[in-house]
T-cell receptor, first 112, second 114 residues
Framework: DQQVKQNSPSLSVQEGRISILNCDYT??????FLWYKKYPAEGPTFLIS?????DKNEDGRFTVFLNKSAKHLSLHIVPSQPGDSAVYFC???????????FGQGTTLQVKP | DVKVTQSSRYLVKRTGEKVFLECVQD?????MFWYRQDPGLGLRLIYF???????EKGDIPEGYSVSREKKERFSLILESASTNQTSMYLC?????????????FGPGTRLTVT
């Protein structure tokens, strides 16, 4: 039972354009969401997060949007850069458990 | 900067061998986690620990055990390695604090069981 789903295994965009990565979840108890970025042969690194009391959080080129009614979140990267090419995981947590449930990941390729 | 280190980057073991993967964090974090990452499946939680000598099963604990004798160290043990345990293993740690969810990951161990 996949509680956090990233339905697009891969995404390719041109440098300078917007990248939009999507994530859906099924558990309405989730109250915190995170995005991680992973380069090959490295561990995931934290990118940006959002609490369920917000619908948007922005950090530089990265913005996360949360639509609770649709149980959907998205990560926008503007403008995309070749160095953004990586695997992106969304993750969800609840009730201060400290545990994260991860999606399957989306591989982003930004072409120069 | 939080640093999470894992004992090996690459490991090749034979079926039936006992395998130890070690993880050390230097930030005095209470929580530690072991995940495995497989293509198309994302990161799946194997075991986690909230404190020394405490452990809880994650989503896929079968075939694995863990040990946490010191706060900074969390070991994953494959009692009898099998080919379906070939995977990337990732260790993570986090601070036990209200509203804190961020986990810090090590570089991973690519384990191949032949």
């Amino acid at each position: 039972d996949q509680q956090v789903k990233q339905n697009s295994p891969s995404l390719s965009v041109q440098e300078g354009r917007i990248s939009i990565l999507n994530c859906d979840y099924t558990n309405s108890m989730f109250d915190y969401f995170l995005w991680y970025k992973k380069y090959p042969a490295e561990g995931p690194t934290f990118l940006i997060s959002i609490s369920s009391i917000k619908d948007k959080n922005e950090d530089g080129r990265f913005t996360v949007f949360l639509n609770k009614s649709a149980k959907h979140l998205s990560l926008h990267i503007v403008p995309s850069q070749p160095g953004d090419s990586a695997v992106y995981f969304c993750a969800a947590s609840w009730s201060n458990t400290g545990k994260l449930i991860f999606g399957q990941g989306t591989t982003l390729q930004v072409k120069p | 900067d939080v640093k999470v280190t894992q004992s090996s980057r690459y490991l090749v073991k034979r079926t039936g061998e006992k395998v130890f993967l070690e993880c050390v964090q230097d930030m005095d974090h209470e929580n530690m986690f072991w995940y495995r990452q497989d293509p198309g499946l994302g990161l799946r939680l194997i075991y986690f620990s909230y404190d020394v000598k405490m452990k809880e099963k994650g989503d896929i604990p079968e075939g694995y055990s863990v040990s946490r004798e010191k706060k900074e160290r969390f070991s994953l043990i494959l009692e009898s390695a099998s080919t379906n345990q070939t995977s990337m293993y990732l260790c993570a740690s986090s601070l036990w604090a209200s509203g804190n969810y961020e986990q810090y990951f090590g570089p991973g161990t690519r384990l191949t069981v032949t």
